[in-house]
């Protein structure tokens, strides 16, 4: 079966969980205070399997649904299906801890500063998939659009959101999500940059 599946399950199901259940949602949520003083370093991971509310879900797991099949399939016609599924776990699960970081960095003597959502992991897909395929069509709210321009309409959506910082999303780790999707792609296969840049010179010509 599919990871991306995999985890759009476990993350839907652990998000109503966590509704219906105060005490596993404040245990779980990103709140950088409690790492520093409690050594709570779980909480890097779980915050990503956890949701603000059903917008804030499936806006997660429909972009996950649509670029991680892409992903999934590119990592394993490269490195094998067994390692191309490891990889595969390895960016999204890294994504959601390392976008959460800055978060822990800045934050770490805020008691009130909490993040949830799977945004880092989701991000780290969504740029891994544009750099295989950067001018491929994507549909927002019906509008047609290239990959690559999607990329950059998201970061600077992400980065004015997290200035606002007027709920609970992290949405910073939209933008350290996508960095390090950029990156671990990158150094998996290096090449991917030379094509991504043919692809959008060929587009503009």
Known sequence: MSLTY?????TIALSLYAWNN????????????????YKEYYRFLTSGFLH????????????LYFFGDIVEYYFSEIFGSDIGSLLYAALYLLGII???VPSYADHKNDRYYNALGASGGVSAVVFSAILFQPTAQIYVYFFPMPGFIYAI????????MSKRNLDNIGHSAHLYGAAFGIAFTLLLKPSLFSHFISQILGWAL
């Open 22 to 37: 105060q005490t596993v949602l404040n245990k779980w949520i990103m709140h950088p205070y409690s790492v520093k003083e």
């Open 52 to 63: 603000a509310d059903y917008g804030h879900l499936f806006f997660n797991m429909l972009s």
């Open 153 to 160: 309409l998201y970061s600077a959506y992400s980065y004015y």
């Open 6 to 10: 995999i985890f759009i399950g476990i």
């Open 98 to 100: 390392f976008a959460n």
